[in-house]
């Protein structure tokens, strides 16, 4: 069981602020790496920390379960915090992320192999032309790319 599992053990549902790590993954093309989640909408792989990892260790960990792409080198694109991103779960944990976002071109191995749980489905896409269903914190990443 995980840091987070161990926590709303002793908490419960109420709110709480956890940090985690993302990556704006772009190929050779100058495509978005994107991911659906269960909950419809796409969005940039990443998820929360655990205890002694560090963020660029969540961050290629994290891309690497849910989509199956190896990341390299991570540059900081920017850090992301404040209530327009408070989330409240279908089980009613609430929580308040810290979310340390990456941008990376390199990409040690593209090929997406997705999960079923986490990730219904994963692919590159245009930034032009991104998913209906995408993510408010993508746009804010993809901003800070510059």
């Not at 990443?46 to 991570?74: D, N, P």
């Not at 408070?86 to 941008?103: C, H, M, R, S, W």
Request: with cysteine; hydrophobic share 40%; net charge negative.
């Amino acid at each position: 069981m995980g840091y987070i599992e161990d926590l709303r053990k002793i908490v419960g549902t109420r709110p709480l602020i956890l940090v985690g790590a993302c990556v704006g993954a772009l190929d050779n093309q100058g495509r978005l790496l994107l991911q659906k989640r269960p909950n419809g909408m796409w969005g940039l792989p990443g998820g929360l920390l655990e205890l002694g990892e560090s963020a660029e260790e969540a961050a290629r960990r994290e891309v690497f379960e849910e989509t199956g792409v190896e990341i390299g080198q991570l540059e900081l694109a920017g850090v992301f915090s404040g209530k327009q991103y408070f989330v409240e779960l279908p089980n009613g944990d609430q929580f308040y992320p810290i979310t340390i976002a990456y941008k990376s071109k390199d990409i040690k191995n593209a090929n997406i192999k997705i999960d079923g749980h986490e990730t219904l489905d994963a692919g590159f896409f245009d930034i032009g032309n991104l998913p209906e269903k995408t993510s408010p914190l993508v746009a804010s990443i993809i901003n800070k790319f510059g």
